[in-house]
């Protein structure tokens, strides 16, 4: 599966973006698609997933759980994460992946799309 991720920007503190990662290729009901963050020396994390074939959503728990909802539109192949009251702490680079279930761990994913940058200014 082939991703494509866009959508980041430079936005105020307070602010929203959307991000969205549009899916090509052979995709399963059953395979799983998240969005990571990496900031500028930090490992890359988790920050919400969504299975193509359910409306079952993850969340990273603590920060963002709240502020950012994931959702998808079959029709299109793509997957959305809606940001609202962005943070300064929300400035990273974003990406999509694809794994064949739900998981956290970045390692366990088998497709990535290029990564689009988020900087919220204070």
């Known amino acids: 599966v082939q991703l494509q991720a866009f959508g980041g920007g430079l936005v105020q503190a307070g602010g929203s973006l959307r991000l969205s990662c549009v899916a090509s290729?052979?995709?399963?009901?059953?395979?799983?698609m998240a969005w990571f963050r990496q900031a500028p020396g930090k490992e890359r994390e988790f920050v919400a997933g969504?299975?193509?074939?359910?409306?079952?959503?993850?969340y990273e728990q603590s920060s963002v759980k709240g502020r950012f909802t994931i959702s998808k539109d079959g029709a299109k192949n793509t997957v959305y994460l809606q940001m609202n009251s962005l943070e300064p702490e929300d400035t990273a680079v974003y990406y999509c992946a694809g794994a064949t279930t739900y998981t956290r761990h970045p390692e366990e994913y088998v497709d990535w799309g290029q990564g689009t940058l988020v900087t919220v200014s204070s």
């Open positions: 969504i299975r193509w074939g359910s409306r079952n959503t993850y």
């Open positions: 290729g052979r995709i399963f009901s059953s395979g799983f």
